[in-house]
């Protein structure tokens, strides 16, 4: 990541600082629960790409910066509601914002920074944008609910679960690019190009982070190992597990996707299951056909330091930990 943080680092700084000026509020709880979880960590992937793909069309304007606090706006406010949703405790190694100060206010808090963030994307004056953020927004809500509807489901397939993916995680990465495109001003084949950039970079962060549930440690991840099968989510380790294992396997899996409390002897139960089928192997060779795929659709970019820092994110997605 040393490559985008040298080129886009200070902006990277400006997006934090105009993140804290749009949380002023006479509400003091809003301003204290969103800077809680924008100095809890995080790459800052999404607004990167945003920025990256700006630079990479030639834009050298500051509206970059803005749309990027939009971004980061959305994505923590996804994160709000995630928390709620999943029951979770710890975010980026913290404590979530649900264990400190309760569902309610991390669900009202996370509608006031979708809120906020449309009328971040109007005072950037772009129709273009305001359409490409508003589309994300609504179908990473539809993400959402497909994966509450998945939840539990041990027949789910691949298909239907990369479909929840695309829609909960990828598309706003994709949503990203493409911004950074608009404001470079280019073609419809390159906007479409970095838009595809962004959802295959998506994808394979998304299955990356489905592996590391069953593989780091909590301190590398920042959250709870085995949080996702507690919470019944067919991920792509387990759904590959699945199709291979033994009926009496299935079953065993089928009862502790169903349990109400999940003891560590059910996750080491099934987490041998699925490093026994090779499920942490198959869901990394799929992201690494995703990063492939993302890589290809650079090509028709000339080569440039802000190509080489987006191809240096890509294969970030790859190796990190958390």
Avoid at 105 to 119: N, P, T
Avoid at 143 to 154: F, K, R, W
Avoid at 165 to 181: D, F, P, Y
Wanted: glycine share 8%; charged share 25%.
């Amino acid at each position: 990541m040393q490559t985008v943080y040298n080129l886009i680092g200070e902006d990277l700084k400006v997006v934090e600082q105009k993140f804290i000026k749009y949380l002023e509020s006479d509400t003091p709880l809003i301003r204290r629960v969103g800077e809680y979880v924008l100095s809890s960590g995080g790459k800052r992937v999404r607004p990167a790409l945003l920025l990256l793909a700006a630079k990479l069309c030639n834009y050298n304007g500051d509206k970059g910066v803005t749309i990027g606090s939009v971004i980061e706006f959305i994505h923590t406010a996804t994160l709000l509601h995630d928390d709620v949703v999943d029951s979770a405790t710890l975010r980026r190694g913290l404590a979530s914002a649900n264990t400190l100060w309760g569902n309610e206010a991390s669900v009202l808090i996370g509608d006031y920074l979708f809120s906020k963030s449309f009328s971040m994307m109007v005072e950037v004056g772009s129709m273009d944008i305001l359409r490409i953020l508003s589309g994300a927004t609504t179908l990473i809500t539809e993400g959402e609910v497909m994966q509450l509807l998945c939840t539990g489901d041990v027949e789910l397939t691949e298909e239907r679960y990369l479909s929840v993916v695309r829609a909960k995680t990828a598309i706003l990465m994709a949503a990203a690019c493409e911004s950074g495109a608009v404001l470079g001003g280019v073609s419809e084949a390159e906007q479409q190009a970095l838009s595809d950039f962004g959802m295959e970079l998506g994808m394979a962060f998304q299955l990356m982070d489905d592996s590391l549930d069953y593989v780091a440690t909590e301190e590398e991840f920042g959250k709870s190992i085995g949080h996702d099968l507690e919470e019944g989510k067919m991920t792509l380790p387990l759904i590959h597990a699945l199709r291979q294992c033994s009926k009496e396997e299935h079953a065993l899996i089928t009862t502790v996707v169903e349990k109400e409390d999940m003891t560590p002897e059910d996750f080491k139960a099934v987490s041998d299951l699925v490093n026994r089928y090779g499920g942490i192997e198959y869901t990394v060779t799929c992201a690494q056909r995703y990063i492939d795929n993302c890589r290809a659709h650079l090509d028709m970019f000339k080569s440039c330091p802000a190509k080489d820092a987006l191809l240096e994110l890509a294969d970030y997605i790859l190796v990190r930990n958390r």
